[in-house]
C-alpha cells in the first residue's frame, strides 16, 4: 500500500521552500495516515531546526479592549459583554517594567498588543517608544496593532520593531462568517506593508471556530502561498468566552489540531511555528504531539492578552519532562 496519496511526492522529506502549495496537496497531506503525517513533519522539522528548541515569547495587552471591530471570536470587541473593560494605553515604564520581568523569566521575544483597529498617529508615537525601550533591554519586538499604512510600517521599523503579527485567521471562505467590519484583502494589504518596511511577518490562524477542514487547507494553502512565508506562524485552537458569538462553538478533535500544526510544518518548512492561544485547555499529551508535529514556540506566561495561559512553572515543567529547552534568539 502507497502511504502517499496521488497528490504527494511518495518521498517522505518534502521540506523544499515552495510557494505554490495546491489544495489537493494539502488536503493529500491532511488525510495521510497519522503516523505517516507526523514522520514528514518530523523529517521536515530536523532539516530545519534543533527538534529540542522552542522560542519562547511573552505577550502583553499594552491597550485592552474598546475595540471597534467585530471579530466573533474575541473578548476585546465592544461588540459583546464580555466583561473585558476598556483600558487606556498603558504608561512606558510600566510596559518596560513587564518587559524587564519576561526577560528574566526566559522570554526572547516580547510582543505588544493594543486592541485597536488601526492606530491613530499619535497612538504610534508612543508605541515606537515602547519597541524602541524594549529593543534597549536585549529583547525582540513584535507588536499586533491592527491594521497598518505604509508610513506607519516604516515608522515601527525605524524604531526597532522586529515582528509584526498580523492574522489571517481563517479561510478566505469563511472569513465572513468571523468578521465583517474589514476584508480578507485589508488583511493581506497590511501584510504587504509590513513585508515591504523590512518586519518580520507574524500571520496565522485560528482552529475550532466551526470552520471545516476545508476551511483549515484554505487557511494554509494562502499562507504558504505568500510570496515570503511569515517568519512566525501562530497556530491558535480557539478559546470560547462567554459573551462572544463564539462561545458555544464544538469542541475541535484534539488531533485534528496536531494535524493542522504538522502541515503548517511540512509546507512551510523554515517557519517558527507557534502553538499559540488554547494551550490553557489542552492536555499535556495534546501539547507534546503538537512539539512532535513540528510546533516550535510558545507564549510563556500566565495571561494571553485577556485569556488564560499555563503558568510559567507548568510550561517549565512540561518542557522539562519532554527535553526541550529555550531557542537562543
Ligand atoms: S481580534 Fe483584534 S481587531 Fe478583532 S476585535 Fe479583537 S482586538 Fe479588535
Known sequence: MSLAPDALPRSPIVGILRHDWTRDEVRALFGLPFP???????????????????????LLSIKTGGC???CAYCPQSARYDTGVRAEKLMPLDAVLAEARAAKSAGASRFCMGAAWREPKDRDLDSVCAMVQGVKSLGLETCATLGMLTAPQARRLKDSGLDYYNHNLDTSPEFYGEV???RTYQDRLETLDQVRAAGIHVCCGGIVGMG?????????????ASLPAHPESVPINMLVRVSGTPLEGEQNLDPLEFVRTIAVARITMPRSVVRLSAGRE???EETQALC????????????????????GRDRDRDLMERLGLSPMEP
Open 36 to 58: 505517516e503525517l507526523m514522520f514528514r513533519a518530523q523529517s521536515v522539522h530536523r532539516q530545519n531546526f534543533d527538534p529540542a528548541a522552542v522560542q519562547i515569547s511573552t
Open 291 to 310: 512539539f512532535l508535529a513540528g510546533a516550535n514556540s510558545i507564549f510563556y506566561g500566565p495571561k494571553l492578552l485577556t485569556t488564560p495561559n499555563p
Open 68 to 70: 471597534p471591530e467585530d
Open 281 to 283: 485547555d489542552m492536555s
Open 211 to 223: 470552520e471545516t477542514r476545508e476551511d483549515r487547507i484554505g487557511m494554509i494553502v494562502t499562507l
Open 179 to 181: 468578521i465583517t467590519t
